[in-house]
């Protein structure tokens, strides 16, 4: 059966499941003519970011801030003091979505 998110944003088409090899991991044999899978959604965001700050003067400390968003445009708004420095802010732009 087709998935499909209430977002609309998740789909996995039938034939992308591989139930037989997920149900063989955890020696489920044979496999059940129905069952029923849950889903747990767990946010990997936030509204307001707080800088880790620096914990050692000597080593660059990263911190992606986003990953994966549609080729569009954004606002950054950044705001920062003495105990948060910011060195270089990285926007990287996939090939494909050049104009």
Known sequence: ??????????????????????????????IPETFTVTWNVQPRFADKF??????????????KLAQGLPNSKYNLEV??????PIAAIRIYQPPLGRK
Do not use: C, Q
Request: glycine share 10%.
């Open 1 to 30: 059966m087709r998935f499909i998110s209430k977002s609309g944003r998740v789909v996995i088409e039938a034939n992308h499941w591989n139930v037989a090899y997920a149900v063989s991991l955890v020696g489920i044999e044979p």
């Open 79 to 84: 705001a920062g003091g003495d105990p948060t």
């Open 50 to 63: 707080v800088s880790p700050g620096v914990k050692d003067a000597a080593t660059e400390t990263t911190v």
